[in-house]
Nanobody, 115 residues
Framework: QVQLVESGGGLVQPGGSLRLSCAAS????????MGWYRQAPGQQRELVAR???????NYADSVKGRFTISRDNAERTVYLQMNSLKPEDTAVYYC?????????WGQGTQVTVSS
């Protein structure tokens, strides 16, 4: 069983920045694909970014050039640096751990972009 604890959400003005963190338990973190997903009200959950165990990254087109995902295997933590935030980035952001047949989710952290 893997537990994921997210932090760093909040209210920010358009154009601002936030950094999300997700701390994972367990000893196999370095082998997992870690991802950030988001879900806005009335919308399906969507992939924002993910990072593979070799450091490769994928991003949704809507966040390319603005968001950066990174990981610290020693700290078992994945980060999402979000810059140039837009109102349409408002959503609950979820951390995901995927390894083999295992999928774990964090509890979610609210990000609200509003003036």
């Amino acid at each position: 069983q893997v537990q994921l604890v997210e932090s760093g959400g909040g209210l920010v003005q358009p154009g601002g920045s936030l950094r999300l963190s997700c701390a994972a338990s367990g000893s196999m973190f370095r082998l997992a694909i870690m991802g950030w997903y988001r879900q806005a009200p009335g919308q399906q959950r969507e992939l924002v970014a993910r990072i593979f165990n070799d450091g490769r990254t994928n991003y949704a087109d809507s966040v390319k050039g603005r968001f950066t995902i990174s990981r610290d295997n020693a700290e078992r933590t994945v980060y999402l640096q979000m810059n140039s935030l837009k109102p349409e980035d408002t959503a609950v952001y979820y951390c995901n751990y995927h390894r083999m047949v295992y999928d774990y989710w964090g509890q979610g952290t609210q990000v609200t972009v509003s003036s």
